[in-house]
């Protein structure tokens, strides 16, 4: 069974990679309130799912048994990319080039961005050879 980060639970996760070190709740509190308007209560009850799940580690304090400080136990990049994977997998039973042609047939696109996805392109092709 795949464990997700929900949606909710992704705040908590960003304000904890932006961090340049552990943060305790309540800083962890300050921070997704002033951007989301969330109560402490739901931000805290996300941080335990977290914690639970398997994405967050802790610490308790060395002065104070009472404060925590939480840290990712996974990076940015490797729930990106699991997201990516979930989500080709779930809308486009895994098949990459549907996605992209959709997207790219879909959307407006700038002849630097289309330079780009050529180049993108080109070097896998040339890894896959």
């Known amino acids: 069974m795949h464990i997700n980060i ?13 961090s340049t070190g552990p943060l305790t709740s309540a800083e962890i509190v300050a921070r997704v309130k002033n951007e989301k308007n969330r109560s402490p209560r739901t931000i805290k009850t ?8 398997g994405f967050v580690n802790y610490k308790v304090d060395e002065h104070d048994s009472r404060i925590y400080h939480y840290s990712p136990k996974v990076s940015e990049n490797e729930c990106i990319d ?3 994977r979930d989500f080709v997998s779930l809308y486009y ?11 790219i047939g879909d959307n407006d696109l700038t002849g630097e961005q289309i330079e780009e996805l ?3 392109l080109n070097a896998k092709r040339e890894e896959a050879l």
């Open 46 to 53: 996300l941080l335990q799912r977290l914690v639970v799940k």
């Open 6 to 18: 929900s949606d909710s639970e992704w705040c908590v996760m960003q304000t904890l990679w932006e």
């Open 93 to 103: 039973k895994g098949d990459i080039s549907e996605m992209l042609a959709r997207f």
């Open 118 to 120: 050529t180049a993108l």
């Open 82 to 84: 699991k997201e990516n």
